[in-house]
């Protein structure tokens, strides 16, 4: 295997991530105008059914059907259930493999079924594992199906994905970076921009240049009322950790019912139809939600109910693992948190309501950051989906606030921890136990290692260190070699015990014995 890169292995990388762009932009952009068109459908529907009896009881047969065959899908791919985010960094680390073609066009229907009904579910982490396999299928027929450039094609594929989504280009290659591959590498970084950028020029062509969520808003929020943002930065902080420990209780609460994990989505699908029935314009995903709440008024009640009804059955949705992701229904909660504390605020003096849109777009940021902890991809995220610069600054702020209460909390990034619960293939692993690898880790400012010989640290006995990187220079290392801050190793390492090797290297890192 080779270690290094040439510039025209990483310009031909390069271009097959275009490639992934295009396909993932054309397959995301019709899974998006998809579930758009379904939920109106659907919404259509349910508010008939208030006067059809007979169109009540067929809608509670349609939804056991779309229940069965969402469970012959799953059981036949169970890959394809919830967002499909963890599968994917599972993927990355060398812990699992799919194939591709399978996951592609079972999620791509499932998906519909699942969210196009009116389930509390997000686009984008079904999104981001359909582009992941494009990202496969690419390298599959470009022969670039082993180690780190199917991995790097893959990455660039989710970054394909998310920005597909939501339209956010920039926050579709952090993503990827910062939750889900782990690692800044440059040639990662590259590809998964080149894809990120392509794929949302396709969707722009299809739904047009305005932002995701135009949420308008008539001042900037002035520096004497930004120790609200500390304020409202707990209170999401203590919410965003409530909501991990609840996402990762659902499975277990959802087997009282004895019912087989393909068949649980019999159960949120059910419950929609008279969910529909009642408030049509509060289900799905929440994209009309959050550009609308300002539109509801300042009634206090009516947002404490919206916020128990989305926080509720949001977990009922999720936890039910039909394919259908988080993302969105997160920044739904945090905006409808924003909304209320606007509120509440404005009723004690202490807050213009005016101000309400402000911090509507803040706590968005603030929530996703602090229950992904990615907290940059979260402030570049709602940047680009708002459509406006003006809001780093308080953005960065709360987004801080509320990843620091749930580390304090002992909160896991919330993808990572799924992932932790996925069925590891160990089949697949022990099939490549006999390949090499290729493993890149960044040394950190701060690390054990910063300024230590190479013949004093103690890695790992099965890894193999051959190069380091220094910027754009390459160094062969020796026992004399002094490791910096900066550079990044790269390591021979067994392929089948990639994941194994990258912890126990990160360990060393970090002085974790």
Known sequence: MKVAFNDNEKLRLTLEGILVGIISGVVVSMFRWSIAHSLKLFQGLYIAARTNLGLVIGLVFLMIAIALVVGYLLKKEPNISGSGIPQVEAQLGGEMQMKWWSILWRKFIGGILSIGPGLFLGREGPSIQLGAAVGQGVGDLTHDNVGVNQRVLIASGAAAGLSAAFSAPIA????????????????????????AVTANVIALYVFGLQPVLQVPYR?????????????????LGLMGRLYQVLTLSMPAIYNKTRLPRYLQGIVPLILIVPLGMMVPQFIGGGNEIIVSLEKYGTSLTLMLGLLALRFIFSMIS??????????????????????????????????????????????????????????????????EMVGSLKHLMPLAVLSLVAYIVVDLLNGAPIYEALKERLNINSDYLNRVSKLNDRLEVPIYEGSSIDGKYIRDIPFPKDI????????????????????KAGDRLICMVNAGQRARVSQKLKDLINGIN
Not at 220 to 234: A, D, E, Q, R
Not at 364 to 378: D, E, H, N, V
């Open 318 to 383: 999720y936890g039910s693992g039909v394919p259908g992701g988080i993302f969105l229904p997160i920044l739904n909660l945090g905006a409808i948190i924003g909304a209320i504390y606007a509120i509440v605020m404005s009723q004690l003096g202490l807050l213009p309501i005016y101000f309400e849109s402000n911090l509507i777009i803040f706590a968005m940021a603030g929530y996703f950051a602090c229950i992904s902890k990615a907290p940059f991809t979260a402030i570049i995220l709602v940047t």
């Open 172 to 195: 579709g290659a952090m993503f990827v970076l910062e939750e889900v591959y782990h690692n800044f590498s440059p040639l990662v970084w590259i590809t998964s921009l080149a894809s």
């Open 219 to 235: 001042f900037s929020l002035p520096i004497k009322y930004y120790w609200h943002l500390i304020v409202l930065g707990i209170i």
């Open 464 to 483: 193999l260190v051959v190069a380091i990187y220094r910027g754009e220079r390459q160094l062969i290392p020796r026992g004399d070699t002094l490791v």
